[in-house]
């Protein structure tokens, strides 16, 4: 976290370019009115201009920023994603951003094992691209092989799959969890270094465990329903440990974190929270008619 | 937006209610903008902050203790607003005083604070602390008594249906806060809302906010059950402008001055407020959409020939 303070505009974006980049990750990029700078793992809320917007944005971690043009990868869950997917160039959105804590920056102890499930993907991604260094090591969990985006991956990543189904012959796979895959590399690793993760709670948990048990630093990136995105509404709070308060405190989720120290979190409550139920769908959405 | 003859007044010009000069009548609403001190580095494509043109900050309610507040799912998005539960999660008078209340005043906020309690007898403990904490600050402007939380089990909306109960909690109040505005914030859920009004404004205060949310429910088809731990929330936001704009009328016809809350999207939907009578409005729902609600709101009332740059209000 060595770079100034951003500014978090509240303005306009046009889309640029909006599409599939595997079965079931769509790519959005947005050109907004004035540049934007962020940090990985930094997000934004996203709704629709004017009379048909949604009482609230979604937020939407930051793939990428080009000058004024900010990327993002996402799955169609829901009535706001599905409206994203809807979108055409030239379409209008809002953007507030960007917004919350983001992974510590290129200090943290090396090597990196970075783990991105699904769209959990950008943030990390973004972290690689910004502050990847040799030696350190991406992993990319998907669905089947259908489900994984290989050109937006490139050669950097190691990749697991659920279903072996739809692999490339030109790419290989990892059969099984995510995690298990980031076992295997950290298992092989010049350690102990430091674990990034974003994802489903289930793989947020296990990258936990296994960052502790390795002794590796953690960070997570968590995911709760918001309201606001910008601290005001206390709508998305998160049980983290607090020496000051016990036994643990609620954070708000969207401006202490998204990011959080591995360590600090709850997982007993966490896991539990009613929100977080369903945020991945068990299938993929079904294609458009 | 072409504003309406009928309409003359400047909204970011200075206006007294009761014992204090406000700068301008277009306030964020409590719980909806936070303590008003997450949106200092939030600008607009243009520079504009979200502090250009407002009249006050009114804060999350805070209690005599901390709070935690209720558990996760807390808000509810619906076509036509949305439901929360938030539960008056605040860090307590205490913490208030020592950290926040200096900070906004530091930042150049105008700000209003609101309080709330399940006896009379805290309003003016509270009332009494805040009074000696800030004497010295000149952007705290006025105090919002919540007497209409629906999310709070003890105390809770049935806590502010009795004018009797209104009319105690603002006496204890008023007797510790000679040279601020205060105000009593309505809540909804009852048959003759004037009622309450007149109690209050009998038992001295200034005006009154009005409304609060209104009581609802959702269910989750899928679980059949409710989706809110607690079952019910509160409803805010364009759904509830009707509701608000009636029971405003309601509070103006009891010769009441009121700051109107309820629903308020865009100008047009303030200028309603301003027609039935109400003194100032309040955005909320809105405000969490988009930090720049209020001052955008703002900017966009003010008549023609009356221009309006950026900060001019105030500086925070
Ligand atoms: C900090 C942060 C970063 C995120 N980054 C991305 C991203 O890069 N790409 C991406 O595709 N998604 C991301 N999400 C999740 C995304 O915000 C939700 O998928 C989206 O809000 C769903 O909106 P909807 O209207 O389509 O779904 P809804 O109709 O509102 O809900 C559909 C489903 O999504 C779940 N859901 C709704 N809101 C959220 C939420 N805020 N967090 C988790 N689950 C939710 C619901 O439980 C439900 O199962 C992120 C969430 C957070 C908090
Ligand atoms: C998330 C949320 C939190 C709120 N918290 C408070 C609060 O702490 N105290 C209070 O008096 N009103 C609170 N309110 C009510 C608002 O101040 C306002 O009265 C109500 O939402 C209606 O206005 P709106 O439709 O513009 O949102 C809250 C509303 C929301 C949506
Ligand atoms: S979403 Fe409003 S405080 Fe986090």
Known sequence: ?289 | MNLPAWWTIDPCAPFRLGPREFPGRIWTASGCFGYGLSAHDVAGADGRTPYDGLGAVVTKTVTPSPRPGNPMPRLVELPTGALNSIGLENVGIDAFLAETLPALEQGGVPTVVSLAATRPQEFGTMAAALQDAGAGCCHWHGVELNLSCPNVAEGGHDFGRDPDTVAACVAAARVHLPDRALLAKLTPNVAEIGILARAAADAGADAVSAINTVVGLEVDLATGRPVLPRRFGGYSGPGILPIALAKVDEIVSAGVPVVGVGGIADARDALRFFALGAVAVQVGTSQMRDPLAAADLAAGLVPDGQTQEPGQTQDP
């Not at chain 1, 279903?163 to 490339?168: A, D, M």
Request: charged share 20%.
């Open chain 1, 1 to 289: 976290m060595n770079e100034p303070a951003t500014i978090t505009r509240s303005c306009r974006g046009s889309v640029l370019d909006n599409g599939p980049v595997s079965r079931g990750l769509l790519r959005l990029d947005l050109r907004l009115e004035v540049p934007v700078n962020f940090l990985p793992g930094q997000f934004a809320m996203l709704n629709r201009s004017g009379g048909r917007a949604f009482v609230f944005g979604r937020p939407f971690s930051i793939l990428a920023v080009d000058g004024d043009t900010v990327s993002f990868l996402y799955r169609v869950v829901g009535r706001g994603t599905a409206v994203l997917a809807e979108l055409e160039p030239g379409d209008e959105l809002t953007f507030l951003g960007p917004l919350g804590r983001p992974f510590p920056g290129p200090d943290v102890v090396r090597p990196a094992l970075l783990v991105g499930g699904g769209v959990g993907l950008p943030p990390v991604a973004a972290w690689l691209a910004r502050w990847g260094r040799d030696g350190d090591v991406a992993c990319f969990g998907g669905r089947d092989g259908h489900d994984v985006p290989w050109d937006l991956l490139g050669s950097d990543w190691a990749v697991s799959v659920d279903e072996t189904e739809g692999v490339p012959a030109d790419h290989t796979a990892w059969h099984g969890l995510v995690t298990e895959l980031a076992a295997d590399r950290l298992a092989h690793a010049e350690g102990p270094g430091t674990v990034l993760a974003c994802g489903p709670v289930p793989l947020l948990r296990a990258a936990a465990d296994l960052a502790a048990r390795e002794d590796w630093d953690c960070w997570l990136s968590l995911e709760e329903h918001m309201g606001c995105g910008y601290g005001v509404c206390k709508g998305c709070v998160v049980p983290v440990r607090d020496p000051a308060v016990s036994p643990w405190r609620n954070a708000t989720c969207c401006s202490e974190g998204p990011v959080f120290p591995a360590a600090d979190i709850v997982w007993e409550v966490y896991g539990a929270q009613a929100s977080l139920a369903v945020t991945e769908p068990e299938r993929p959405p079904k294609e458009k008619p």
